[in-house]
């Protein structure tokens, strides 16, 4: 599996519903627990996990996320844009071998 | 031999045991700490003891941030810990994150404990997930849900 590299903007931050519009656009499974788990499934598995806290704001762990969806950071970024599409998405994971 | 800073100990041999910070020791008001230690310290609430290990390679606390620890439980009664994890912490702004590379999972708080706890609540919640849904699994999970299997043990 390709990994996740490259230097981050540490100064770059994304808010709850940042998450959230990523969450939505790439359909990825919520379930609440004591932080908001989501899932990215496809053709019926289970491929990828992130989560975030139910605190409204900025997520200071960001970077974390980032590596668990399995996103560099120009891809990250355009997730956070909602410019990534699910297809794309998928197309990402494929290339980097976790599909 | 076993190292020692402040009145800390470690033993290599048991790289799974707990230590306890004894500020009311006069060997320790004796100690001369770096800035970075003082604070490190300061926040992990000056006397206490807790199921989280410095690792014993670090015979000196060099900074406040990142940190390296062991974890040894998962804070789940149905739950063993086979081995210790590596834990490192980091801060970003006003808020702790605990990573554990090995599974590409992190818990995060107001101070360091809080972080390592959600960590450790997060791995035990992610233990159940998967074992619920190990059937359906994808290669990256497989991968993640068998490390798993390796270092956790069900009572």
């Known amino acids: 599996m390709e990994p996740v590299t490259g230097s981050y903007p540490r100064e770059m931050t994304i808010k709850a519903k940042d998450f959230d519009h990523i ?14 788990l989501a899932w990215f499934e496809y053709e019926g598995r289970l491929i990828l996990r992130t989560r975030r806290s139910h605190k409204k704001g900025e997520l200071p762990f960001q970077h974390s996320i980032r590596q668990q969806l399995k996103l560099n950071e120009d891809e990250f970024r355009k997730a956070v844009k909602c410019c990534l599409s699910r297809d794309e998405y998928v197309e990402i994971l494929k290339r ?3 599909l | 031999m076993i190292p ?5 100990k470690f033993t290599p041999d048991r790289p799974a045991c707990t230590f306890s910070i004894p500020f009311a ?11 970075g230690q003082e604070k490190f310290l300061s926040e992990t609430k000056k006397s206490i003891t807790f199921p989280i290990d410095i690792e014993p390679e670090s015979f000196e606390i060099q900074q406040a941030t990142p940190q390296r620890f062991t974890i040894s439980t998962l ?3 149905r739950l063993l810990l086979q081995m210790p994890l590596e834990v490192e912490i980091e801060r970003e702004n006003e808020t702790y994150i605990a990573k554990c590379g ?9 101070d360091p404990m809080t972080s390592v706890i959600d960590l450790q609540q997060t791995l035990a919640e992610l233990y159940w997930t998967l074992k619920e849904e190990q059937n359906r699994l994808g290669p990256y999970l497989i991968k993640i849900w068998n490390r798993l299997q390796e270092v956790i043990l069900e009572r």
């Not at chain 2, 020692?4 to 800390?8: D, F």
């Not at chain 2, 004796?30 to 800035?35: E, G, M, N, V």
């Open chain 1, 23 to 36: 969450v939505e656009k790439l359909q990825l499974k919520i379930r609440d627990s004591h932080d908001r």
């Open chain 1, 96 to 98: 980097k071998g976790y």
């Open chain 2, 4 to 8: 020692e800073l402040g009145g800390i």
């Open chain 2, 25 to 35: 020791n006069s060997d320790l008001r004796d100690t001369k700490f770096t800035p």
């Open chain 2, 75 to 77: 804070l789940d009664d």
């Open chain 2, 102 to 110: 090995v599974f590409e999972e992190f818990g995060y708080g107001d």
